[in-house]
C-alpha cells in the first residue's frame, strides 16, 4: 500500500487534554471537502543530523524515548511493542474484523482455501459480519453472497451475524404504533451499526472489508479499511501485518455555530488536503471544537492521548466559528464550494441517508430545518435511515425546538420516504460520501455533497441553498 506525499516532515506539540480521533485512510474515502478559514500551519525541517563521522559512544543518561501520536501508541499495544515510528512494519493483534455481503464471500473463501475447509477461526467473539449490500435485490447470485455468510456463520458459531431473513415483511406498524419488528437480528449499514451495537471503543484495532471503515476512528481507536486477503489471513490468526503509518493533524477550535454539522467539518478538511492527500495517513482530529461534538459508548474503556513530543507529518488549524455551509459540487468530494455560491444550481431531488448521512441525528438536523420553515419540500426528498435503530429512533425521539413534535410525524408530513436512490440524468443533493460519476446511479448524474441542513434547506427551495435561510 504506497504513501502519497503531501508536505514536509514536520514537528508539532500536543496537548495531552486534546481529545484525538484516528483512522487510517488507505483508500478515497472521505465523506466531502470545503474551504479554509486559517492558512495551514507547517514547520519545515530546520536541522538534519549529518552521517556519523565516528564510533557513536553508548548514552551516559539512556534510552531517548521518542513521543508518539496516538496511532502510534494503539498499534504498539497491538503488537505489543514499546516504540513505533511511522514506517516500522509490525504484526498487530487485531480486536475486531468487520465484513458484509461484498466481501465476506471472497475472504471466507481465501480463509478455507489458506487454512483448510475445516479450519476454525481465531476468536468467534471479534468477528462482526453484516448483510447490508444485497439484502433488498432481487438476483440470485447477489443473495447467494448473503446465504454464504449465513452459511460460515453457522458453522463457525460467529456470535455477532446481523442476519436478515424475512424480507417480505421487513417491519411491521400499526397506525402511529411502531410494533414487533420481522428481523430482529437485523441491523443496518455496516460502519453506523458497528457503533450502535458497542464494537466501536477507544484504544482498539478496527479493520474491515470496506473502504469506509476508517470512519470508526471517530471513537479514538485505529480503524482502516483491509482486502479480501488480508481478512482471509485475519480471520484465520487475528493478525496483520501493517506498517506505521504517519500522522495529519487537525486542529478545530472555536465555538460551532448553530448552522454548521460535523460534514461541514469533514469538507472544509478534504478540500483542504484532496481526495488523495490521506492516502495510507492517520488523521488525528483535536480542538475545542472536537471536544464539543459526541460520541458515546457504554463499554469501560481508557482513551488514548499523544504524547506532547509526537511527531506529525503536518499539521492543520481551522477557525470553526467563522466556517459557513459547505458543499462538494461535482465530481469530486474535494470540489468544495460555499453553499450560498451554488445558489442557482437547480435540483431534481434530495437524498439524506447512507453510512455518513443516516443517523439519528442527521434526521434530527432535516426535522430541525422542515419545523423552523413551516414548508413543504418542492423536489422528490428520499430519506433513508442507516439502520433500524435509527429507524425506531425518527418514530419516537422530538424535534429539538418542536415541544414534543416526533420525527416521524414531521418528516412523514413534509416528505417523502422512499427506499431507493436515483438513477436517471438528474441534480441531486445528497449527504452520502462520495460524487463521482455513476456514484448514484446515471454517469452524467450531478451530485453534491452537503450536510443534512444544507440538503433539508435545499429540498424546501427546489434549489442549493445555505441553511442559514430557514435557521437564522
Not at 549529518?50 to 521518542?66: D, H, W
Not at 448483510?131 to 449465513?150: G, K, Q, S
Not at 448553530?258 to 495510507?280: F, H, M, P
Not at 418528516?411 to 417523502?416: D, E
Request: glycine share 8%; hydrophobic share 40%; charged share 25%.
Amino acid at each position: 500500500m504506497a504513501s502519497s506525499a503531501v508536505t514536509p516532515s514536520t514537528s508539532f506539540l500536543v496537548d495531552k487534554k486534546d481529545v484525538g480521533f484516528s483512522a487510517l485512510c488507505t483508500q478515497h474515502s472521505f465523506p466531502c471537502s470545503a474551504q479554509v478559514s486559517k492558512k495551514m500551519v507547517s514547520k519545515k525541517i530546520v536541522s538534519v543530523m549529518a552521517p556519523q563521522q565516528s564510533e557513536r559512544k553508548p548514552s551516559t543518561t539512556g534510552a531517548v524515548k521518542t513521543g508518539m501520536t496516538m496511532t502510534e501508541k494503539i498499534l504498539a499495544r497491538a503488537s505489543e511493542r514499546a516504540q513505533l515510528i511511522p514506517g516500522d512494519n509490525v504484526w498487530v493483534n487485531v480486536d475486531i474484523l468487520m465484513t458484509h455481503d461484498v466481501c465476506g464471500p471472497g475472504s471466507i473463501g481465501i480463509f478455507k482455501k489458506e487454512f483448510g475447509k475445516n479450519a476454525k477461526v481465531w476468536d468467534r467473539e471479534k468477528i462482526v459480519i453484516i448483510p447490508d449490500h444485497y439484502i433488498f435485490t432481487t438476483d440470485e447470485r447477489a443473495n447467494r453472497n448473503v446465504d454464504i455468510l449465513r452459511d460460515f456463520c453457522t458453522e463457525q458459531n460467529i456470535k455477532y451475524f446481523y442476519d436478515i431473513k424475512d424480507l417480505g415483511n421487513f417491519k411491521i406498524f400499526e397506525s402511529d404504533k411502531l410494533t414487533l419488528q420481522a428481523n430482529p437480528d437485523y441491523k443496518g449499514v455496516c460502519h453506523v451499526a458497528l457503533a450502535q451495537e458497542g464494537h466501536c471503543r477507544p484504544g482498539e484495532v478496527l479493520l474491515g472489508t470496506d473502504s469506509h471503515t476508517c470512519t470508526a476512528g471517530a471513537f479514538g481507536q485505529f480503524a482502516t479499511g483491509i482486502g479480501n486477503t488480508d481478512a482471509g489471513f485475519v480471520l484465520g490468526t487475528g493478525k496483520l501485518l501493517l506498517k506505521v503509518p504517519p500522522t495529519l493533524r487537525f486542529v478545530m477550535d472555536g465555538e460551532m455555530p448553530d448552522y454548521l454539522l460535523a460534514k461541514d467539518l469533514i469538507l472544509q478538511i478534504i478540500g483542504e488536503i484532496s481526495v488523495a492527500g490521506a492516502t495510507y495517513k492517520a488523521m488525528e482530529f483535536v480542538g475545542s471544537t472536537v471536544e464539543s461534538l459526541t460520541d458515546k459508548t457504554s463499554v469501560p474503556y481508557e482513551p488514548v492521548y499523544s504524547d506532547g513530543q509526537a511527531r506529525y507529518l503536518s499539521e492543520y488549524r481551522f477557525d470553526i466559528s467563522k466556517l459557513e455551509p459547505l458543499v462538494a459540487k461535482p465530481h469530486s468530494p474535494d470540489n468544495r464550494a460555499l453553499a450560498r455560491e451554488c445558489k442557482d444550481v437547480k435540483i431534481d431531488r434530495v437524498y439524506i441517508g447512507s453510512c455518513t448521512g443516516g443517523k439519528t441525528e442527521d434526521f434530527m438536523a432535516a426535522a430541525k430545518v422542515f419545523l423552523a420553515s413551516g414548508k413543504k419540500v418542492k423536489v422528490p426528498t428520499f430519506l433513508v435511515p442507516a439502520t433500524q435503530k435509527v429507524w425506531m429512533d425518527i418514530y419516537s425521539l422530538p424535534v429539538p425546538g418542536s415541544v414534543g413534535k416526533l420525527v416521524r410525524r414531521y418528516l412523514r408530513k413534509l416528505v417523502v420516504i422512499h427506499l431507493r436512490a436515483p438513477v436517471a440524468v438528474l441534480v441531486c443533493v445528497s449527504t452520502t460520501n462520495r460524487n463521482f460519476p455513476g456514484r448514484m446511479g446515471h454517469k452524467e448524474g450531478q451530485i453534491y455533497l452537503a450536510s443534512p441542513y444544507t440538503a433539508a434547506a435545499s429540498a424546501l427551495t427546489g434549489f442549493v441553498t445555505d441553511p442559514r435561510e430557514f435557521l437564522q
